[in-house]
């Protein structure tokens, strides 16, 4: 038997098939019973654990690690009406897959048929299981196909679970009606239990300067790590990862922004209320440590639209700012805003597909209950322009999205359990969809062009999180290029939802 690569991974299995039939006597036409036969085909790798077999004998696994080897044995189990052993049976596996380009078939008649699926490679098998009853010369026929991935590609990464209990889950496939559910995407890998105490979830389609590897960052009030999103293998931990004013003074971290193709550099926020950001060469967080504001404080602070560059608000003082990760630094906007009466609700990317954007904040005027935009931009020294855009219906739970790749000028809001699309030129608001229950948060995809959206329109794709009690729930909507919505998905099996991200890719992976 030829062995192949690739991982394992699942949860139960099915595959039934029943054979049962009868034969005409021609003399007299009566009907006598033959020999019914019933077989289910069961999976199990190495450690005993059940592997799935999905409708049609389909078999996905998961891609073992580099240290890891994958065996599955196939096992019928067959019941038979008129037979107390199975001296009348005879098996047979047909086995196709490619090898060094060459297609190959090998034949196996014992009764179990065992794969070996070596690590870090692509497996594929198509088999064709016969069983045979000899006294009758009747068949029964099973074809499998079989592959491994590798995990967590372009899936939905859940933190949820209550506090002190949480884990992450995945939903990989998420446009597949047949989307894949894990319930704890570190343990499902063959580690231990882990990350209860987890807060926040941080992630960048690049973390390393001039490469293309992808990070995850597993926030804790008290520690951080660092770990390859597709293995959920940790790469560094807290003391390889923060700067020494956050271990040396016991701080908390609160929470961090993800990274996006545009902005890589991810962001993390402590409970002095400081920012730090990400050091791609060293991977570490660095201190801002040339300041013109020593003493900011960071209250709203958004994705930004800009590599170098993530603004903020500080209500203490009063301004808006910006830190300038390639210097180090922390310094203010030049603006003229009368803040007596004005609140700033929000910051994020900016919505308008902009070379110079670096975000935006909506702010209320709380006399007159209007809202303006402000941009913010890297050209004109820094600048500020605003935009009026009158009344929105929003309350303090209302939570926002943009995406300027392909929603340029709009912002998607919540008001309860609905989503809404607004139109900052025509000033006008749309409902989109209702969730049925709370929405916490909002996040796409990803909203900034990358390399792979003439493959996959994955920024058209929004994601919702929903608060049902002692349960949570991820929607996802998927937008057509004027902001309407196609199709929306539900995906359950959550506690209460922390977070979210999607493990986008800016990149080919084989």
């Not at 897959?97 to 870090?120: H, R």
């Not at 995850?216 to 923060?242: G, H, N, R, W």
């Not at 290029?481 to 939802?497: A, E, K, L, M, Q």
Request: contains cysteine; glycine residues 6%.
């Amino acid at each position: 038997m030829k062995r192949l690569s690739h991982i394992l991974l699942s949860t139960a299995v099915l595959l039934g098939g029943t054979l049962a039939g009868c034969y005409e006597d021609k003399g007299n036409y009566d009907y006598h019973d033959i020999n019914e036969m019933t077989v289910t085909l069961l999976a199990k790798n190495q450690d005993g654990r059940v592997m799935p077999i999905g409708d049609g004998g389909m078999c996905r696994y998961k891609q073992p690690s580099s240290t890891d080897t994958l065996r599955v044995t196939y096992t019928p189990e067959v019941k038979q009406s008129m037979a107390t052993d199975e001296a009348n049976l005879e098996y047979n596996w047909k086995v196709s897959y490619t090898k060094d380009n060459k297609p190959m078939i090998d034949t196996i008649t014992t009764k179990e048929l065992t794969l070996v699926f070596p690590p870090q490679q692509t497996t594929f098998y198509n088999v064709l299981f016969k069983i045979t009853d000899i006294s009758t010369n009747l068949s029964f026929y099973q074809t499998l196909s079989i592959n491994t991935v590798k995990p967590y590609i372009n899936s939905w990464l859940v933190l949820n679970g209550e506090k002190g209990d949480c884990r992450i889950s995945a939903v990989e496939e998420p446009d597949s009606s047949a989307y894949i559910f894990t319930a704890d995407a570190y343990m499902d890998l063959g580690n231990g239990r882990r990350f209860q105490e987890a807060i926040d979830l941080i992630y960048s389609p690049s973390y390393l300067e001039g490469s293309e590897i992808e990070a995850l960052l597993i926030m804790e009030a008290d520690s951080l790590s660092l770990m390859s999103p597709f293995d959920m293998k940790v790469v560094k931990k807290t003391a390889q990862l923060l700067p020494s004013v956050i271990l040396d003074n016991s701080r908390q971290l609160l929470y961090g922004l993800d990274g996006n193709v545009q902005n890589p550099g991810t962001v993390i926020v402590d409970d002095s209320r400081k920012i730090y950001y990400a050091d791609r060469t060293k991977q570490e967080y660095q201190e801002f440590r040339s300041t013109d504001v020593p003493n900011y404080q960071v209250d709203k602070i958004g994705e930004a639209n800009e590599s170098s560059y993530i603004c903020f608000w500080d209500k203490n003082q009063k301004q808006f700012m910006y830190a300038d990760c390639g210097k180090g630094s922390v310094e203010t906007f030049a603006d003229d805003t009368d803040w007596e009466n004005k609140e700033v609700i929000w910051m994020g990317a900016d919505n308008k597909h902009d070379k110079e954007a670096m975000g935006i904040a909506l702010v209320k005027e709380t006399k007159t209950e209007n809202y303006w935009l402000y941009h913010f931009h890297v050209s004109g020294g820094f600048s500020i322009t605003k935009e009026n855009i009158g009344k929105l219906p929003i309350d303090e739970t209302s939570q926002f999205a943009v995406c300027p790749m392909e929603f340029e000028g709009q912002l998607f809001y919540t008001v309860g359990s609905v989503l809404y699309r607004f139109f900052a030129d025509g000033k006008e608001s749309f409902e989109l969809y209702d969730a049925g229950a709370p929405i916490t948060q909002l996040q796409f995809r990803t909203s900034q062009e990358h390399g792979l959206t003439d493959y996959w329109d994955y920024f058209r794709c929004l994601g919702i999180v929903v608060d049902k009690g002692k349960e949570g729930e991820l929607h996802e909507v998927k937008l057509d290029n004027s902001g309407d919505v196609i199709s929306s998905n539900v995906f359950t099996g959550f506690g209460p939802i922390q977070d979210i991200c999607f493990t986008f890719v800016n990149r080919v992976v084989s």
